[in-house]
T-cell receptor, first 113, second 106 residues
């Protein structure tokens, strides 16, 4: 089955630790995105990538980093510099940035204690 | 000013009612408008998208864009309990509304 896989579904980390969230797609999509969702705030764009080895900051990139070494994979690292990392993180992909039918993964709920 | 504004609700309607969900946006250059449905603790799924102005219909769902007033709408006819979810409007893949929580009561 084609789709986007995010892992893990739930993640707990201690404050001050970096943590990496996985996002893999087998849809052969060029564009991939990371969002953060908090209660009452909808989705906010963290980073997006239009092609391998290229990515751009979204509205809330501070405290996050990404890489796009392979077309299928777009991991997100939440660093210790992110002041409020507890949130629901969503990854998505689309054929290209102009064709905006995007497919989402099921999300990773990160809790920092 | 936020790029897109959406009334968070919550909205509660009886089964069979017509539901109207709305968003406004700020930039007249925006051209792609989407509606996503999100069930609790799940990723959003695309319901409909429209390019530029006009209406688009798919079964019980109609998406409408009025570029002159920078207003986008989603209408759900004959609403069903399975339509109970949060509905998010979005512009391109970059700007999302806060979502409207809808409950359809049997």
């Amino acid at each position: 089955d084609g789709g986007i896989t995010q892992s893990p579904k739930y993640l707990f980390r201690k404050e001050g630790q970096n943590v990496t969230l996985s996002c893999e797609q087998n849809l052969n999509h060029d564009a991939m995105y990371w969002y953060r969702q908090d209660p009452g705030q909808g989705l906010r764009l963290i980073y997006y990538s239009q092609i391998v080895n290229d990515f751009q900051k979204g509205d809330i990139a501070e405290g996050y980093s990404v890489s796009r070494e392979k077309k299928e994979s777009f991991p997100l690292t939440v660093t210790s510099a992110q002041k409020n990392p507890t949130a629901f993180y969503l990854c998505a992909s689309s054929i290209d940035p102009r064709v905006t039918e995007a497919f989402f993964g099921q999300g990773t709920r990160l809790t920092v204690v | 000013q936020k790029e897109v504004e959406q009334d968070p609700g919550p909205l509660s309607v009886p089964e069979g009612a017509i539901v109207s969900l709305n968003c406004t946006y700020s930039n007249s250059a925006f051209q792609y408008f989407m509606w996503y449905r999100q069930y609790s603790r799940k990723g959003p799924e695309l319901l409909m998208y429209t390019y530029s102005s006009g209406n688009k219909e798919d079964g019980r769902f109609t998406a409408q864009v009025d570029k002159s007033s920078k207003y986008i709408s989603l209408f759900i006819r004959d609403s069903q309990p399975s339509d109970s979810a949060t509905y998010l409007c979005a512009i391109n893949q970059f700007y999302f509304g806060t979502g409207t929580s809808l409950t359809v009561i049997p």
